[in-house]
């Protein structure tokens, strides 16, 4: 009895934090909203939706208005949905993997992108019919399907799949390099680079349809593996033994994290260290069972990406920097953390 209402009890708890995280997150993309150029109260952008959603008719300057459902709020909710793929993806892989330090471009799927996005921008394939996005999305999952080509089996599939995904970023990498130097001008280079650091300064509401869509189905997806998840921490043998069919549960994952991935670069960029370090933050607060962590995971990382778009935006007066140099900063100290832990362990 007393254990039942400690369980009750937890649950509730949990149920509170993840309420106020939500709230949390709703908070974050508001003060987003209003930092810019033009500053906007957080009161202006809540009226704002208000109004467009129709339950409320307040009177307020067009401009404000224009700048608010135009421009910045759908950045502020892109960001927010690729943190919570990101850091979704980054707790999968690590639970597939067994691997503290796996993270969603161990697949290669963020090599493939840049090579696709190049062949878009320098090469011109597709003539034009073919936008930078959809080239890094086809990119991404060529490199996804060399991957699951050269880890298909089912002995030792965690560590096959990782050298899988060195060999495939290894090798796209080198292709994207190959054609920035052969055929690339220095305009085109840059332009690429900026974008493969990562950036939302192009997304608009389109975007956001897209990738909440994939995350949100991704979410629901993963939650239904959830049990599998936990069974996959002692190990491929003993899932099965516990009656997961270990080579269909794996495939069916990572399609799932190469799906969202796969979007999330193709529409923003390469942001790195959001899949690393959210989860093990994420773990730290709700525990590693997955019913919970992946819900903190995906709340988390929606406010650490908008945080950082914020932090991208105010480092520099008068200048963006690319989202993935301010997560880079926060993560390769964490990184380092995470690192040394690891090897004391072992």
Do not use: K
Request: charged letters at 10%.
């Amino acid at each position: 009895m007393i254990h039942r209402f400690g369980a009750i009890q937890g649950a509730a708890v949990y149920s509170g934090l993840l309420l106020l995280s939500l709230l949390l997150v709703g908070l974050v993309v508001g003060v987003s909203v209003g930092i810019g150029d033009l500053p906007i109260p957080l009161s202006t952008t809540w009226l704002t939706v208000t109004n467009r959603l129709g339950w409320t008719t307040a009177e307020l300057n067009r401009i404000h208005e224009t700048v608010i459902w135009d421009y910045r709020l759908s950045r502020a909710l892109v960001a927010a949905f690729c943190g919570a793929g990101l850091a979704l993806c980054g707790a999968i892989m690590q639970a597939l993997l067994r691997n503290p330090l796996a993270e969603p471009y161990v697949l290669g799927i963020s090599a493939g992108a840049s090579t696709g996005a190049v062949a878009i921008v320098i090469l011109g394939l597709g003539a034009g019919a073919i936008s930078l996005s959809a080239g890094a999305f086809f990119g991404a999952f060529a490199a996804f399907l060399f991957v699951a080509l050269l880890s298909s089996g089912t002995r030792g599939a965690a560590d096959r799949t990782i050298l899988a995904g060195v060999a495939a970023s290894q090798l796209f990498n080198a292709v994207t390099s190959y054609i920035v130097t052969t055929s690339g001008n220095a305009q085109q280079a840059r332009d690429v680079m900026f974008w493969l650091l990562g950036s939302f300064g192009g997304v608009r509401w389109p975007e956001f349809m897209l990738v909440s869509a994939v995350v949100g189905l991704g979410l629901a997806a993963c939650l239904l593996y959830a049990q599998v998840l936990d069974a996959f921490a002692f190990g491929d043998e003993a899932a099965a033994a516990l009656g997961v069919n270990v080579g269909r549960a794996r495939l069916a994952l990572f399609l799932i994290t190469a799906m969202m991935t796969a979007t999330i670069v193709s529409m923003v960029g390469s942001i790195g260290f959001v899949g690393l370090v959210v989860p093990h933050a994420a773990r730290f607060l709700v525990g590693p069972v997955h019913s919970r962590l992946l819900p903190a995971c995906a709340v988390a990382g929606a406010i650490f990406m908008v945080l950082a778009d914020i932090a991208s935006r105010v480092l520099i007066p008068q200048q963006v920097l690319p989202i993935g140099v301010v997560t880079a900063l926060v993560g390769v100290p964490f990184f380092s953390v995470i690192l040394y832990r690891f090897q004391r362990a072992s």
